[in-house]
């Protein structure tokens, strides 16, 4: 059973940056691709990210030009570095581990808040 856990949310003014970590335990990680999804409230969580584990990437349009998704399995860890945040990336930002190979489960993890606010 994979376990992820989030860290790096917190506030930031417009324009800042942070840089998101999911680290996995209880699997291998290297087995999967991580993606990242946001949540707003009210609302069901969109795709922002993902990264396979040959490293080929994928983004939501809006971010793509803002964040980098990337992963180091040597740490297994990813990660998702968000810079020129605006208003609206404010969200639950949540990371998702899901096997390239066969019908095995996905896990995510818990959740990490971003707000951006002045």
């Known amino acids: 059973q994979v376990q992820l856990v989030e860290s790096g949310g917190g506030l930031v003014q417009p324009g800042g940056s942070l840089r998101l970590s999911c680290t996995a335990t209880?699997?291998?990680?290297?087995?999967?691709?991580v993606g990242w999804y946001r949540q707003y409230p009210g609302k069901q969580r969109e795709f922002v990210a993902s990264?396979?584990?040959?490293?080929?990437?994928d983004y939501l349009d809006s971010v793509k030009d803002r964040f980098t998704v990337s992963r180091d399995n040597d740490k297994n860890t990813g990660y998702l570095h968000m810079t020129s945040l605006k208003f609206e990336d404010t969200a639950v930002y949540y990371c998702?581990?899901?096997?390239?190979?066969?019908?095995?489960?996905?896990?995510w993890g818990q959740g990490t808040q971003v707000t951006v606010s002045s």
């Open positions: 209880g699997g291998l990680f290297s087995l999967y691709a």
């Open positions: 990264v396979t584990n040959s490293g080929n990437t």
């Open positions: 998702r581990a899901v096997p390239e190979v066969g019908l095995g489960a996905d896990y």
